[in-house]
């Protein structure tokens, strides 16, 4: 079920689609390696956690204003199968909560009916203005 903790009605609006999928084919440059040097024929962690951070950021993308942009403040991953290379895995992000101008993602990631990993995810909707501001003050 979906949590919304916000008086903002724009957001109202765009929670009627709560899941949103995508899939990647695994490939040779989503394989576990370091330095150029690979470590495992499976589809690395980083490769989950950027196809990850994309499913989720797909609801950014449909909420924002053209004054915004999302920035993530967490990801979580727990591996539970690995992935081939070659194999399709699908991402299936569901929106679990809006607390403000935070979106929470749940994620589910498989290959088939296997299910290869789960995670959370967080991306805050900022104006442009104020992550210009943010990093320029760093």
Not at 78 to 85: G, I, R, T, Y
Not at 117 to 130: D, E, N, S, Y
């Amino acid at each position: 079920s979906l949590i919304i903790l916000s008086a903002s009605s724009e957001i109202f609006f765009w929670v009627c689609k709560d899941f949103l999928s995508s899939s990647k084919a695994s490939s040779l440059s989503d394989l576990a390696s370091f330095n150029s040097v690979l470590v495992h024929k499976v589809c690395s962690t980083f490769a989950l956690a950027r196809e990850i951070e994309w499913s989720s950021r797909r609801f950014v993308l449909e909420m924002v204003n053209e004054d915004e942009e999302g920035i993530g403040t967490h990801l979580k991953i727990d591996h539970k199968s690995p992935a081939l290379e070659g194999e399709e895995i699908e991402i299936m992000a569901k929106l679990k909560a809006i607390i403000e101008n935070e979106i929470i993602c749940e994620i589910e990631v498989k290959v088939n009916n296997r299910i290869i990993a789960t995670g959370v995810t967080g991306q805050k909707i900022l104006k442009r203005t104020k992550i210009a501001s943010l990093l320029e003050n760093l």
